[in-house]
């Protein structure tokens, strides 16, 4: 009980303490807004100009309002028209279907289609192609390619083939996500028919085409080359207090029973409507108020932006009562695809594990529907430790943006230009990464003029994903209750209520109920079919034909500009006040059922951590540390390089060594499993064994060519890219080990010829050592 008191005052506390903090936030945002110069321009203008304002004003306040309802005509008519054209998706460029999983063994209402570059840009057939798959969450595809500065248009210029996989608004009867995996399967497979001579394609997914795009690589890893996943939620129980509320909303809502109610009064399928009303209860002021504000205000320039957004936005589609179920059950509520608990079918669990393509996440600290704790934690729920990742030979890169908001990650041209870019410009050189988790920064740097962007990759360790709770993840313990109430009430209404609503719901009544959706409803009320707005389409050309702008710095215009703060702001307070109601009510209602199993569960679940050196593939590799041939000398050469240095690694600094030395290596010439192995072989002897790597390095060169092979590529390299002390020394180090194993065999000696000390045989903890010019350097052996 004093457990128990203790929790519930604490959430009191946090309580109250949110409610200030919005109140706060609300005075602050009031004053702010209260600017003094609007009150002094007043002062300071005599009755005459008072009146030449106030008329001028009201003036352009009408016709903007004239306009602003004209827009809004506009989006009801371009929605309807989209209707009747079957919702075609919304991409900005021309597109031919390739193939139409609606025709497949396993149907699923999904098809792929090929981009046709735009006139000016050539693709080659010979380069790996990337796919893209846009979020089905309510809204239809095209998101991934709805202006020329997307990620269509980034891949495009690059030179790459794209595809891209679209869906249908009706799902096929009795479809299910494994269907829709298949499916895409599938898609892959033409595609390499169609690409035989190119390395794996890139598949690259929005939101909910991000999981669906790991789901794909689980269960055919085989087909799946790099994974670049946007905004897309992978843990769904993370999060921070006060600041993501969508997380709470299953156990608000009971669990899954009300997506089964609303799937059952559909007649078996699911409307997109609702999940878009979802997305926009998370910010009432932008929902109700600033965007239409945003429109007003600037109606001269904002409506076309404003009608393209739309328009996708708009674009409702259904899912089969299947999906939904199983997308609420394993995802939304029982969090169990990042558990390995998510089955696609019976007995077989989708395992993110079996995923050996590398992985890039990108997620935003300004998203709220899918925050970075959503985007990031799977990797330390699956991988608890580095050097697990590590074990199972992944490759996963991390990048985050400041600020971006959700949509913004898919569609603002800036981020196109500068992340996405970036992404596709790593790609050629991810899959040559020794296996570990790594943040990726972009770099922008101005030269007369222009903009150059750079990419910085630092190894992570997976222990520091922790600093993206605030609070540590002891708050995820109370949604293992909430899965438990839902998998209750779930089975509760599916024994006695589902049999009485399927039976009486009908295709007819369900197309009813859909067509009278508030999101509909505010969209066909405002077209040509309402009769009293057939006037407004020729008062809006005659006031485009007449327009009178306001004057922007008059008191008008600001006192405008003060109501529209304050009414944000108003709307901000009722958000935070609501948000931290609904956080109240859920830790008051699951956090007492969930006292004490943190401590619990940490017992009962907690693993005996494995050594990494008994895994299969660590075992394997470090049985080889004296076998090999020029390309595993090369890259042991490398990564002991890289092991001296700073842990960073920049992309300009990869194009430059590849330019310099790729060609000898021998791994661009292999296939990217077969040049993976090598490096993955190669990282283990190297970050386990680093003494006895570097020792064994000469026994990998058989021949004198290619100990020589070996020092010209130093020799090249050094002075040409950016290396330490450290680094300078090792270098050095390895001429001598070569010169020596040289000279003993009789071969031909490098540049550095030394007498062999017995001592050397064993380096000591911190020799120095001479470099190829003669410097002493510490050598870096640990």
């Known amino acids: 009980m004093t457990e128990l008191a203790s929790a519930q005052t604490k959430v009191a506390q946090v309580y109250q303490e949110r409610c200030t903090n919005a109140l706060q936030r609300y005075l602050d945002a009031v004053n702010a807004a209260s600017a003094p110069s609007s009150k002094d321009s007043i002062h300071a203008m005599s009755p005459p100009e008072l009146w030449r304002d106030a008329g001028a004003y009201w003036l352009d306040f009408t016709q903007r309002s004239i306009l602003f309802w004209d827009t809004l005509r506009q989006r009801g008519n371009n929605w309807l028209e989209h ?92 479809q299910t996500l494994a269907d829709v995996s298949r499916a895409e399967a599938g898609f892959l497979r033409i595609i390499g028919e169609r690409h035989p001579k190119t390395r794996k394609p890139v598949v690259i997914g929005n939101c909910q085409g991000g999981w669906a795009s790991m789901l794909l690589g689980a ?29 709470y909303a299953g156990g608000i809502l009971g669990g899954t029973w009300p997506a089964l109610l609303a799937s059952d ?11 878009v009303e979802n997305f926009e209860y998370l910010n009432p002021a932008n929902t109700y108020f600033e965007k239409f504000y945003t429109l007003f205000s600037k109606i001269d320039t904002e409506p076309e932006r404003f009608l393209e ?42 395992d993110l594990r079996s995923i050996q393509s590398p992985i890039i996440l990108f997620a935003s600290l300004g998203d709220n529907i899918t925050p970075p704790q959503q985007a990031f934690n799977w990797v330390a729920d699956i991988y608890p430790t580095t050097e697990a990742l590590k074990a199972n030979g992944q490759v996963i890169v991390g990048l985050m943006h400041k600020s971006v908001g959700h949509l913004g990650i898919f569609v603002s041209g800036q981020v196109a230009k500068r992340e996405h870019t970036q992404i596709v410009d790593l790609i050629d050189y991810i899959e040559h990464l020794p296996p570990g988790l790594y943040g990726m920064l972009v770099e922008e740097q101005k030269t007369n003029g222009s903009v150059l962007y750079d990419v910085l990759l630092t190894e992570r360790r997976v222990e520091d994903l922790q600093v993206l709770q605030k609070y540590g993840r002891k708050d995820e313990v109370p949604f293992e209750t909430v899965e438990a109430v839902s998998e209750m009430l779930a089975s509760t209404y ?78 901000d307070f009722y958000r935070d006040l609501r948000d931290a109601s609904v956080e109240n009510i859920f830790f008051r209602t699951y956090g007492p059922a969930s006292i004490g199993m943190a401590a619990a569960d940490t017992g009962a679940v907690a693993e005996e951590l ?72 190669q990282s ?31 020799d090249r390299l050094e002075g040409r890219v950016e290396a330490n002390a ?17 000279t003993e065999g009789g071969a031909k000696s490098g540049p550095m010829t030394t007498r062999r000390r017995a001592q050397d045989k064993v380096p000591p903890a911190a020799p120095t050592t001479t470099d190829a010019r003669g410097r002493a350097h510490e050598r870096p052996i640990h």
């Open 726 to 742: 450290k680094q300078i020394a090792l270098f050095g180090e390895i001429r001598r080990l070569l010169s020596e194993s040289g």
């Open 610 to 681: 494995v050594d990494v050196r008994d895994t299969p593939l660590v075992k394997e590799a470090l049985s080889h540390i004296e076998e090999g041939d020029l390309t595993k000398a090369i890259v042991r050469a490398a990564l002991l390089l890289m092991k001296a240095g700073t842990g960073r690694r920049r992309l300009s600094a990869m194009k430059r060594a590849r330019e310099l030395v790729g060609k000898d290596i021998g791994l661009l010439d292999l296939p990217a499993e077969a040049a993976r192995a090598i490096i993955r072989e």
């Open 83 to 174: 209707e009747k054209a079957g919702k075609p998706p919304l991409l900005d460029f021309e597109w031919e279907t390739i193939a139409d999983a609606r025709t497949f063994e396993r149907p699923a209402n999904y098809a792929l289609v090929r981009i046709v570059p735009p006139d000016g840009t050539k693709t080659d057939p010979n380069r790996r192609p990337f796919v893209i798959i846009d979020p089905r969450a309510g809204h239809g595809p095209g998101i991934g390619g709805f202006k020329q500065d997307s990620q269509v248009g980034v891949a495009l210029k690059a030179g790459h083939p794209v595809y891209f996989v679209i869906f249908f608004p009706e799902p096929v009867p009795g």
């Open 219 to 247: 269960i055919e890893p085989d087909l799946v080359g790099p994974i670049v996943i946007n905004g897309a939620p992978m843990s769904y129980w993370a999060g921070n207090d006060g600041e993501n509320p969508m997380r």
């Open 309 to 350: 957004f739309e328009r996708w936005w708009g674009g409702f589609f259904l899912m089969d009562r299947q999906e939904i179920k199983w997308i609420v059950e394993n995802l939304f509520v029982g969090n169990n695809l990042s558990q390995g608990q998510a089955e696609w079918s019976e007995g077989r669990a989708y």
């Open 684 to 714: 283990y002897i190297v970050d386990l064994e680093p003494v006895k790597a570097l020792l064994a390095l000469p026994k990998l060169l058989r021949t004198s060519d290619d100990r020589r092979s070996l020092l010209d590529l130093l």
């Open 265 to 275: 009064l559909g007649a078996g399928t699911f409307d997109g409507a609702s999940l």
């Open 494 to 571: 599916e024994t006695f209520v589902h049999p009485a609503i399927s039976a009486m719901a009908t295709p007819a009544g369900a197309a009813m109920r859909r067509a009278v959706h508030p999101q509909r409803v505010q969209r066909w009320a405002v077209s040509d079919i309402n009769p009293f707005l057939w006037p407004l389409g020729g008062m809006a050309d005659m006031v485009r034909a007449n327009r009178a702008p306001r004057d922007n710095e008059g008191p008008m215009a600001a006192m405008e500009r003060w109501t529209a703060a304050i009414t944000s702001a108003s709307w």
